[in-house]
């Protein structure tokens, strides 16, 4: 028997509604009533949590790991661990990988590497369409077999909406979420930044709004169409946060999620052509970024993410529009949100932004995960809300460096992270 006190700390916990001052007790990797303490033999391990916001492991439904294929950039182990380090329990990781995770095999393997080698639960996608290629669907039931937790064909976008429609057919024949990238390759051409005012002085192609808002209402008429969730993937427009607002309203199955960039910073941001501002969508306008702090505000965007794309130095180390989009974030996104969301601009409290990680993203994947309920898996973070930290990339676990946060002073921070009862990272 192995058994875990965590006293006096502040125990938030959205999927049951709790936000009170007590003692969290952990036997055998499983939350366990505190009343049961008395009845513990074996030696108990105490960990103050004084200050501390104890609520369940953060989940992040959007994570590129690079295995297999691109080993140099990130593997399951390194992601895991920068997982880890960044207050997450659980991540969800994308499909695009070489080979591409559209088949049953690719997911056996990867998580077989994930059992063997990752320090946090990895939970994998699999692919829409074969090869992500946007032709031909991927066998989507024996991905459902395979263990998947949705499909999605990130970084890619199924351009053909009969193509979509009967792929969310089948999803829900076999009870899968949808997640998705919008992106309107017509619109967007070869666009690499916001089309506005910098990429017009700049001379960079733009990527304009309407080439995520076409998708996202196309995804809007499809999930009422086929009558099944649709989750869309990095919002950064504000014409797709209007959308999935009257959307949800009406009562369609619609939902979307913010990556951390597309509130700390604008389009202005690329004028040093520094690549480490280019990322899928591009930061946007004052204006999108402030319909995006609307839509956290009242729920229309209801999950945080990080999009966490890791690349090697000399990958992003070239011209600004040959460069990859992307940018790692698991080891800055929860003291940005925290910084951002509770502190700076006050849209949400702290027990909103664990429920848009935590109980949020369990809902949609239907996960057993996110909650600190009595017999549940005991993954749990600490959070200290007003730890003031300076992000420095040459501390990341992850393999890749590649942030614009290098520098940035933050308030809030994960302090220690607990998976299956075991502490895996600690500050
Ligand atoms: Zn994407």
Redesign the pocket.
Known sequence: MSATIIRNGRIVDPANNRDESGDLLIVDGKIVDVSQLSTISSELDEIDGSNLVVCPGLIDIHVHLREPGFGHKETIASGARAAAAGGFSTIVCMPNTSPAADNPATIAWIKDRATETACVNVLPTGAISKNIAGEELASIGSLGRAGVVAITD??HCVQNHELMRRAVEYARMVDLPVLD?CQDYNLVGNGVVHEGYWSTLLGLPGWPAAGEEAIVMRNILLAGLCDHHIHC??ISAAGSVRLIREARNRGVKISGEVCPHHIALTDEAIQNFDTNYKM?PPLRSKEDVNAILEGIADGTLSILCS?HAPHAGFEKEVEFDQAPFGIVGLETELGLFIDLLVHKHRKVDIKRLIGMYTVEPAKLLKLNAGTLSIGAPADVTLIDPDLEWTVRVDQFQSESRNSPFDQWKLKGRAVRTIVNGKTVWKL
């Open positions: 990130d970084g990238h993937q990095h899928n999009d």
